[in-house]
């Protein structure tokens, strides 16, 4: 299976742009009983700017948001390194869950033993299942981000004794939410090695590596969200869209390709791992019913970010303290050209936490 890139832009001016974006750049509803009950005691992310609460904040990479207008709508006003005007799917699992309503990063050095022990994010702007993706970022790899766990767990044991972080590992409410960059971005440096088919196994491969290394430490439920329609992001309108800016249908199809293959090998993997709960979580079919419906939840503006034109600004690249910035971000499904806004993300969390929940248990 080929996979190519717009019409609109010929291979190789695409690939080198493609570069230089690279390094400026997932039933039954049923609701969780109260967290009183100890079913959840934590909660944690591994994954991408999707969930990145600024861990990046404190690496020597380009791949940073903590500059307003990021965080025009957090807590007084604050760029805290989320990419989005406000908080991120990372805080609204935590809400949901009933634990707090901000998950703070890692890397943070105002971390108290109560922030540890009811959760954190590991995740970091511009990482990928594909390991170039991360280093070409300068950003945490998906090994980093196990590492830093790792050290997260001899610090819980120290503080809170053996019996608080085997409770942490097996009762926890693990995610995983990344991958975007591998496909928008990574593939097609990558395109003069793998088709699109052999690609996707690549990620595949990374994803289920990951999981059973989560799984030997002791963790048992984790959340695995599938690619969104990246096809339809504003910054891939206007790169592969052509002249109406329209949603990559190659793009999409390449999402759609991965997240059957991820969907498949977590039913497979349950199995191999009889005491794992690895629950499939989509974002593709949620988001893309958000654009193609926006009216249902009060959206106008589904094809440009708020920050600037909307059509390619995306943290350095032009959102830096753009004054340009859209007075109603509201009215806005995504904040720059690759991230929803804050509402977007609040409506889209819940959905998809409330939809699955019960599959964790």
Not at 129 to 147: A, G, R
Not at 234 to 253: D, F, I
Not at 331 to 338: A, E, G, N, T, V
């Amino acid at each position: 299976m080929k996979f190519h890139p717009g019409n609109s832009v010929s291979s190789t001016s695409f690939i080198i742009f493609s570069v230089i974006i690279f390094f400026l750049n997932d039933g039954c509803a049923m609701i969780l009983p109260k967290n009183e009950t100890g079913q959840v005691p934590a909660v944690f992310v591994f994954g991408d700017s999707i969930v990145d609460t600024g861990n990046n904040n404190h690496l020597n990479t380009l791949i940073k948001c903590n500059f307003p207008p990021y965080g025009k709508d957090f807590q007084g006003g604050k760029p805290t390194g989320r990419f989005s005007n406000g908080r991120v799917p990372s805080d609204f699992i935590a809400e949901e869950l009933g634990l707090k309503e901000l998950l703070p990063a890692y890397l943070d050095s105002n971390l108290q033993l109560q922030d540890l022990l009811s959760g954190v994010s590991f995740a970091s702007g511009g990482a990928g299942y594909d390991p170039l993706t991360s280093m070409m970022m300068s950003v945490l790899s998906l090994s980093d981000q196990l590492e830093m766990f790792k050290n997260y767990i001899k610090k819980i044991k120290a503080a809170a004794g053996e019996d608080r972080m085997a409770s942490i590992l097996s009762k926890g409410i693990y995610m995983l939410s990344i991958g975007t960059d591998d496909i928008a971005n990574t593939y097609f440096v990558r395109m003069f090695q793998y088709d699109i088919n052999s690609y996707t196994d690549l990620m595949i491969n990374s994803s289920l590596s990951f999981l059973q290394e989560l799984y030997a430490l002791g963790v048992r439920r984790i959340g695995v969200l599938s690619i969104p329609a990246i096809g339809c992001l504003p910054m891939q309108r206007t790169l592969r869209g052509g002249l109406q800016r329209s949603c990559s249908a190659s793009l999409n199809q390449a999402a759609i390709l991965f997240n059957s293959k991820l969907s498949s090998q977590l039913v497979n993997l349950n199995k191999k791992l009889p005491a794992a709960k690895l629950v499939y979580m989509d974002m593709y079919y949620r988001l893309l019913h958000l654009i193609q419906h926006p009216t249902e939840h009060g959206f106008e503006v589904v094809d440009n970010g708020c920050c600037g034109t909307g059509d390619f600004e995306v943290g350095i690249l032009f959102c830096t303290y753009n004054p340009n910035t859209c007075k109603d971000d509201t009215k806005y499904i995504f904040w720059d050209s690759y991230h929803p806004t804050e509402r977007a993300y609040a409506l889209l969390t819940s959905q998809m936490i409330k939809s699955t929940i019960h599959k964790f248990f």
